[in-house]
């Protein structure tokens, strides 16, 4: 069975960093896309970054020249570089990646449960 687990959450201020990682677990025959998306209390799920199996980025205009998101693709693992906090960058951040699992021999996507920052003021 895929999974997908975050960590690298937590407190921190205003202008502060910090790292998120997300790593894939399981029979994993490649990973494709893999992202990292967020969700604030009382607001929509949305787009952070995304990076692709070729190293092609997009991040949300939000974050831009803030977050950097990187992958180690020989341990599975996407990284979220957090720096320049602000408070409106609190959120839950969920990873997300589309993997071929060896046993589905099909891609399907995978969320994390999420890892909460919380930037104060």
């Known amino acids: 069975q895929v999974q997908l687990v975050e960590s690298g959450g937590g407190l921190v201020q205003a202008g502060g960093s910090l790292r998120l990682s997300c790593a894939a677990s399981?029979?994993?025959?490649?990973?494709?896309?893999m992202g990292w998306y967020r969700q604030a209390p009382g607001k929509q799920r949305e787009l952070v970054a995304t990076?692709?199996?070729?190293?092609?980025?997009s991040y949300a205009d939000s974050i831009k020249g803030r977050f950097t998101i990187s992958r180690d693709s020989a341990k599975n693992t996407v990284y979220l570089q957090m720096n320049s906090l602000k408070p409106e960058d609190t959120a839950v951040y969920y990873c997300?990646?589309?993997?071929?699992?060896?046993?589905?021999?099909?891609?399907?996507?995978?969320w994390g449960k999420g890892t909460l920052v919380t930037v104060s003021s």
């Open positions: 997300n990646a589309d993997i071929i699992a060896t046993l589905a021999w099909r891609v399907m996507n995978y």
């Open positions: 399981g029979i994993i025959f490649s990973i494709n896309t």
């Open positions: 990076i692709t199996s070729g190293d092609s980025i």
